[in-house]
């Protein structure tokens, strides 16, 4: 799955379809041109018998033909087309446009697809991207995308086929290439196509298998009659109550008999397809799923209007309704229900979001005013919530030795009350195993050596049963135990001498805790769902061999015990079935990487492949927090989509079908030409990060400036356009921007540049070298707090020099509390970063971001050490950053401390990042920074970093070597 642009998010406004391009540098693309009774410049390759390839002038999207594959033996390979090799620019953005139509194709992985493959000068393949992949029935549609040829790209082809083990029809026509153009082609796009989408309901998540008439009906009455089938005891009928009179219509409750004969508007809820209605369903059926369904909207002859959902289960239905109400527009007597045959369920079985402090908090603000997360969840068919950590209050995941409050039991009851209405299980997350009054503290390290959790004190699950018996009472049917981030308190290894002994290793620990509570609540009258978050939850392929060890341990958890893990590539999820016996349940943060900016609308979610059903039990997706959430939550539309149905899953069509319910054609231009110029000014997709180029100070200034002003133009252009609510958002994120601008300004009037590094060799001996240091070497103060560039409580003075092969750091940090500082990591390559510490980050390439190398060294003069280079390369993802703490200099440090603070000193070989030797002029890119917790939480740096995070190599430094 192609990782799409977080910063460019309308780079797809160009999704819809171009009747025509000026310089289409496909030929024959419309399929008008043939030779010998086949498309002209195109390459065929029908595969064996049973499979042919034709043109066609009765089904075709515009012109007077289109091409149609035919595949009738699913063992016989591809049935398809390719075209030549067409000349492209490496690094250029090219546009994609084509029209689609799949007839009964069936396929258990790839059905209808298309695909460019990218070649070099050689013609040998770079690589292919994926355009199209589709099963079931489908009327005519576009689809369009935005690409830029990777690099070393000379020329590309495009291919369309029934793949390999698919049968069924395939209509391709219309078929575009072209250089991207930016607001001029958005326009055009727009205006070509706004009948066509505005004609088709937008359904969220796309339905498995639909037909849609293009009708609608309409005078419907005041008054609907409807017919629950006593199979059905858990539905919820006051919702189809309360939608259809918030609609105007109001409900007449039947009996089988007296429905039949009404002659109004007609409700079947039902659990077998009427015989009336079962020539027009003869294609469709009720899935035999507990979360499937089958809807029709239709009218019959002397029937009038009939809205049948059928289903297995109440929750079924409930999934139905959600169609319906996406189905229906209009108000009141202008009502109006787009005809519709359905039959669809989902591919994964946990489908739901991640809910934190921030969305608790909003649903505790605006129930019963406005739609929660929990009400929009269910109208997405999100059937579960995932509460980690904190989420009630900093107590509720850690003291399980105390009852529940009375405000908690309210809170729960009321909480599980509201999911249990809508289908929505709730899986609460309890951390037994960190220290009791960690979290309400955050005091970090403030347990160095005493274990969270007395394993062999049956007291101590005495206490954890009463909290799990607590919860089950109020209703809960879920319940995860998380190990993550334990080594925050000290709690990732054993220390309990008895523990040691018992368990070996901190896995077989948890293993036993989390079985022991499984065999527990076994024995409840209703099951209950266990899951863990283990201490290792990334990626099992970069684990360390410890790590490795802790993941096999987990083989020996009960079969019914699943596992959360932060992670979604395929072999990676296949390696850690092999460590576990098992396959995991996804927590993705693709959306979550946004917390720290507020945009418009997010891209589409593409953090998982279309596999994703096969390799996993469950998908959870932690949402941006609401206060910066994109508008109309838009994000969650995408990731409804894809967790829905993984394999069939198009991220352009499901932007597209997104964007078609806010966005006008007025707008559209305007919005991609925004989007394009941020994409150019952001240096990568992550959030905005405020690369600034030149040589001089001057130069500097003057391109801040001029991003500036265009900026600025953006906004007047947007207080011009008709663009409703969607200003405010727009306006506000420019003004974000223009502040920014000016504290980077600020930043560079005040700093020197270059920042210099003195050629001089210190002697490591500490305290007795400070007088050479601070005399002989290039000094750097000032540091400021990282988000505000206001000045630290806490100074810290930077002593740099250098010699051919070496280059020396020195800090003298400034510390009120001397003791309080924090200093517990003692072993190379801990996380000195947990600690008190400096920072340090030196990239040899100046003219480039990365790599780069990262030092953090605590009061003891511990290091941490690693090597930070892109994912571009490895994983396909630029604006991933791989952090190889494998990578090791062999780093000297002397450390020291005073009444009135600490100080460090370094020596870094150059050898070790790459370079083999330093000279006069030599520029690399460079940080600093200071971290303290023991005293005062309190970050600073050189460098102005607008997001609070160190590692943004776009802000640093230009380090000279004088």
């Known amino acids: 799955m192609n ?6 998010f309308f780079s797809l406004l160009l999704f819809l379809p171009a009747q025509a391009a000026e310089n289409n540098l496909i030929s024959n693309g419309d399929f008008e041109k043939l030779e010998a009774g086949k498309p002209a410049d195109w390459i065929i390759y029908p ?28 063992g016989s390979g591809k049935t398809g087309i390719s075209s030549p090799f067409i000349a492209v620019k490496e690094k250029t953005e090219y546009l994609i446009s084509f029209w689609v139509k799949p007839e009964k194709v069936e396929s258990e992985k790839v059905g209808a697809f298309g695909e460019i493959v990218f070649y070099d000068e050689q013609q040998k393949r770079i690589k292919q991207r994926e355009l199209l992949n589709m099963r079931g029935d489908r009327d005519w549609m576009n689809i369009s995308q935005t690409f830029t040829a990777p690099e070393k790209t000379a020329s590309l082809k495009v291919n369309f086929s029934l793949h390999v083990g698919a049968t069924g029809r395939m209509y391709v026509d219309n078929i575009i290439l072209d250089i991207s153009r930016g607001s001029r082609a958005v326009n055009n796009i727009f205006n070509a196509t706004s009948d066509k989408i505005d004609n088709r309901p937008v359904i969220f998540p796309a339905p498995r298998q639909a037909e849609y008439s293009g009708k609608k009906l309409a005078d419907l009455g005041t008054t609907a009659a409807v017919y629950l089938d006593s199979f059905f005891v858990d539905f919820p009928g006051q919702h189809l109550e309360d939608f259809l009179k918030s609609s105007g219509i109001s409900v007449k409750k039947c009996s089988r008999n007296e429905i039949d004969n009404y002659s109004g508007l007609r409700i079947y809820l039902v659990s077998a397809i009427p015989d009336f209605i079962r020539d027009k369903a003869v294609k469709f059926s009720i899935p035999q799923h507990d979360q499937g369904y089958f809807l029709y909207t239709g009218s019959l002859p002397n029937a009038g209007k009939i809205l049948v959902i059928g289903a297995q289960t109440g929750h079924g239905l409930f999934y139905g309704l959600q169609t319906f109400k996406q189905l229906t527009s209009g108000k009141e007597k202008n009502i109006q ?16 979001m991640v809910q934190g402090v921030q969305w608790f908090r909003f649903w505790q603000e605006n129930r019963g005013q406005k739609e929660t997360q929990i009400e929009r969840a269910a109208r997405l068919k999100l059937n579960s919530l995932l509460l980690p950590g904190s989420w009630l209050d900093s107590a509720f995941q850690t003291q399980f030795r105390l009852p529940l409050s009375a405000e908690q039991i309210k809170t729960v009851k009321l909480l599980i009350a509201d999911c249990q209405d809508k289908f929505i299980n709730l899986n609460f997350c309890l951390g037994p195993t960190w220290p009791a009054d960690y979290i309400a503290k955050t005091m970090k390290n403030k347990y160095p050596d005493r274990a969270g959790f007395d394993y062999l004190d049956e007291e101590e699950f005495v206490k954890l049963f009463k909290r799990l018996d607590e919860m089950y009472n109020l209703g809960m049917r879920s319940v995860s135990f998380n190990f993550d981030d334990l080594r925050y308190a000290n709690q990732h290894v054993l220390h309990d001498p008895r523990h040691k002994e018992k368990f070996k290793n901190i896995g077989r620990a948890h293993v036993y805790l989390v079985t022991r509570c499984y065999e527990y609540l076994r024995k409840k009258n209703q099951p209950v769902s266990i899951s863990m978050v283990p201490l290792v939850y990334t990626d099992p392929l970069r684990a360390d061999d410890e790590g490795k060890i802790y993941l096999q341990e987990l083989k020996e958890l009960p079969a019914g015990v699943k596992i959360i893990i932060v992670e979604t590539k395929k072999e990676s999820l296949d390696y850690f079935k092999i460590l576990t016996g098992r396959y995991p349940v996804l927590w993705s943060n693709f959306l979550a990487h946004y917390e720290n900016t507020k945009a418009l609308v997010f891209p589409p979610f593409s953090d998982g492949g279309r596999e994703i059903d096969k390799l996993c039990h469950g998908y959870y997706f932690l949402p941006v927090m609401p206060l910066k959430e994109d508008f109309r939550g838009m994000s969650w539309l995408c990731a409804a989509d894809y967790l829905w149905q993984p394999a069939e899953y198009n991220p352009e069509i499901s932007f597209q079908k997104a964007s078609s319910l806010m966005f006008s054609a007025s707008i559209g231009g305007i919005l991609k030409e925004f989007s394009d110029y941020k ?35 953006f906004r007047n252009k947007i207080k011009n356009a008709e663009f409703g609510n969607l200003a405010e958002n727009l306006i506000q994120e420019i003004n974000t921007y223009q502040t920014q601008w000016e504290l980077i300004i600020k930043e560079i009037e005040y700093r020197d540049f270059p920042c210099q590094a003195a050629s001089f060799t210190p002697v490591l001996a500490g305290r007795d070298e400070e007088k050479n240091i601070i005399s002989k070497s290039s000094q750097i103060q000032d540091l400021w707090l990282v988000k505000t560039m206001n000045p630290p409580n806490a100074k810290t003075a930077f002593y740099l020099s250098y010699d051919s092969s070496n280059i020396y750091i020195t800090a003298f940090c400034s510390e009120p509390a001397v003791d309080k500082i924090i200093a517990v990591k003692t072993e190379k390559d801990s996380e000195v970063f947990s600690d008190d510490c400096i920072e340090i980050f030196l990239g040899p390439k100046a003219a480039v971001f990365m790599p780069y190398y990262h030092f953090a060294v605590n ?14 390369a490895e994983l396909d993802q630029p604006d991933t950053k791989i952090m190889e703490k494998k990578w090791n200099a062999e780093a000297k440090t002397a450390a020291w401390k005073w009444s009135g603070g600490w100080a460090v000193q370094i020596k870094i070989p150059v050898k070790d990042m790459g370079v083999q030797l330093i000279t006069s002029g030599l520029r690399w890119r460079f940080n600093v920074g200071r971290v303290r917790y023991g005293a005062q939480k309190e970050f600073s740096a050189l460098a102005y970093l607008p997001a609070g995070q160190f590692h943004t190599p776009e802000r640093f430094a230009i380090l000279e070597f004088k």
């Open 859 to 872: 009061s003891l003069g511990i290091v941490f050490d690693e090597e930070v280079r892109s994912g571009a």
């Open 337 to 352: 229900i787009s005809e519709a045959l359905i039959s669809d369920y989902p591919a994964l079985a946990i489908r739901g």
């Open 3 to 8: 990782v799409f642009s977080k910063i460019g």
């Open 47 to 74: 595969a064996g018998s049973g499979q042919r390839v034709e043109i066609t002038t009765e089904k075709i999207n515009s012109g007077k033909q289109a091409i149609c594959f035919i595949t009738e033996n699913p």
């Open 679 to 713: 994409n150019r000014v952001f240096s990568t997709a992550t959030q905005p990060n405020y690369p600034v180029y030149g040589n001089t100070k001057t130069e500097k200034i003057d391109y801040c400036r001029k991003v500036m002003a265009d900026f600025l133009q």
